[in-house]
C-alpha cells in the first residue's frame, strides 16, 4: 500500500504555475523573485487594466476550472482591447479555498491559452487561501496619443459595436434555471451551449482595438451593459447617444430561444459580451466595412452621437423615427441596494 501524495503547500502551487507560463523577449526576471522586471518599450505608452472575478458573482459556482482562467484573462485583455493597446504581460492573483493541484491545472489550461493567443507573458502574482477569488493585472502598449478613450466621442459620430449583443447574459440565464427553455430537440441543446460557451469564453478584440487605435474616437468594452457601459461614454464625453432597438446585431441561437422583448433586454442590459462598442466619423463607415471583412469580425452602426446627457433607445430600424424604448435595466451594478440575481427580469416599456 502506498502513502497518498502529500498535498501541495503554497510554494508547490506558484512552482507549477512557473513551470507551464510562457517568457517573452522583453522580461528580464519574470516569475519566482519579489518583484518582475521587465523591458519598457521605446516610445510607446504603457496601458495598464485590472479586474476581479468571484465565485458566484462573475461565474457560476460549478464553471469548469479552464474556462475561469480563460475568462479570468478575456476580460482584462477586452479592457486593454478597448484602449486599442497590444497586449504585453500580466500577473495573477489566486484566493483558493483549498490547495488542490488538478483545479489549478485546469484553470492554468485555459488562461495559458488566452496568453499564448495574445503572446501574453504570465511574470508574477500571489497565491493565497481564501474565497475562490481571481485578480488580474494586464499590461500592454499603445502610440503617444493614438489610445481610444472614453472621454472623446464628438456630436455627429456613429456608434458601432462588433460580435452580437445578448448571448453571455441568456448564457448566465440558463446557466442559473437549467432545463429554460425545454431543451425537447438537438438544435435548441445546441443553441443553449453556445450561449453558454460565449458566457465562459468571451473573445476579447484585440486585434480590432489595435486596428482602430488612431482611427476611432471613443470606445469601450461592453462587460455590464450596453446601455450601462454607454452611458460611462456619454457622462466622460459630455454627449448623448440615439440607439436603434432593431439594429442591434443579433445571434442565431439566441432569437431561436428567447422571445423578442427577452432578446432586446438581454442586448441592451445583459452584459458579459465584451464586445467593442466605439464612436467613429461617419467618414469611415465604408473603411469600417473592409476592417470587418479583413478581421472577420462582424461590425454594426447601431447609433449616432449627438447633443444631450444619456443613452436614449429607439423602437426603430437604423436612422428611423420611433418612440423611447425604455429597459427593464441598464445593465449590472455592484453594491446595488435592490440587486436581481436575474439577467433580465422584465419587459421594457414604450415611451409614445
Known amino acids: 500500500m502506498h502513502d497518498a501524495p502529500p ?15 510562457a517568457g517573452r523577449a522583453d522580461v528580464v526576471l519574470g516569475i519566482g523573485d519579489d518583484a518582475a522586471i521587465l523591458e519598457a518599450a521605446p516610445g510607446r ?3 495598464v487594466a485590472m479586474d476581479t472575478l468571484n465565485a458566484g458573482v462573475h461565474f457560476p459556482l ?18 486593454l482591447a478597448a484602449m486599442g493597446a ?16 488538478p483545479w489549478l491545472d485546469g484553470f492554468l489550461d485555459g488562461f495559458l491559452a488566452m496568453a499564448a493567443a495574445h503572446g501574453v507573458a ?38 458601432w459595436i462588433s460580435g452580437s449583443l445578448g448571448d453571455a447574459a441568456a ?33 476579447p478584440r484585440v486585434d480590432l482595438g489595435r486596428a482602430l487605435a488612431g482611427r476611432a474616437h471613443a470606445a469601450i468594452d461592453v462587460s455590464d451593459g450596453l446601455l450601462a457601459d454607454l452611458d460611462h461614454v456619454c457622462e466622460a464625453s459630455g454627449v448623448g447617444v440615439r440607439v436603434w432597438a432593431d439594429a442591434l446585431p443579433c445571434s442565431a441561437s439566441l432569437s431561436s430561444v428567447v422571445d423578442a422583448d427577452l ?3 438581454l442586448q441592451l442590459g445583459g452584459g458579459d459580451d465584451y464586445e467593442l462598442c466605439f464612436t467613429a466619423p461617419a467618414a469611415l463607415r465604408d473603411a469600417l466595412g473592409e476592417l470587418s471583412l479583413a478581421l472577420a469580425v462582424p461590425l454594426s452602426r447601431i447609433g449616432t452621437v449627438g447633443v444631450g446627457e444619456r443613452v436614449r433607445v429607439i423602437d426603430a430600424g437604423l436612422d428611423q423615427d420611433g418612440p ?7 445593465g449590472y451594478v455592484h453594491f446595488d441596494p435592490d440587486p436581481d440575481t436575474d439577467p433580465a427580469p422584465g419587459p421594457g416599456t414604450r415611451n409614445d
Open 263 to 265: 432578446r432586446r433586454a
Open 171 to 203: 448564457g448566465l440565464r440558463f446557466a442559473l434555471a437549467p432545463g429554460e427553455p425545454a431543451e425537447d430537440d438537438e438544435h435548441t441543446r445546441a443553441a443553449v451551449r453556445w450561449l453558454r460557451e460565449r458566457l465562459d469564453r468571451p473573445t
Open 324 to 330: 423611447e424604448w425604455v429597459p427593464p435595466r441598464r
Open 62 to 79: 460549478h464553471t469548469a476550472p479552464a474556462d475561469i482562467g480563460w475568462k479570468a484573462l478575456a476580460v482584462n485583455l477586452s479592457d
Open 86 to 101: 497590444e497586449p504585453a504581460w500580466c500577473t495573477l492573483s489566486l484566493s483558493l479555498p483549498e490547495r488542490d493541484g
Open 45 to 47: 505608452q504603457l496601458v
Open 7 to 21: 498535498d501541495p503547500t503554497e510554494f508547490d502551487l506558484i512552482q507549477r504555475i512557473r513551470q507551464r507560463a
Open 122 to 159: 504570465l511574470v508574477g502574482g500571489d497565491t493565497t487561501r481564501g474565497p475562490l477569488s481571481v485578480c488580474v493585472t494586464a499590461h500592454g502598449w499603445v502610440e503617444p496619443g493614438a489610445a481610444l478613450r472614453r472621454s472623446a466621442a464628438r456630436v455627429g459620430d456613429d456608434v
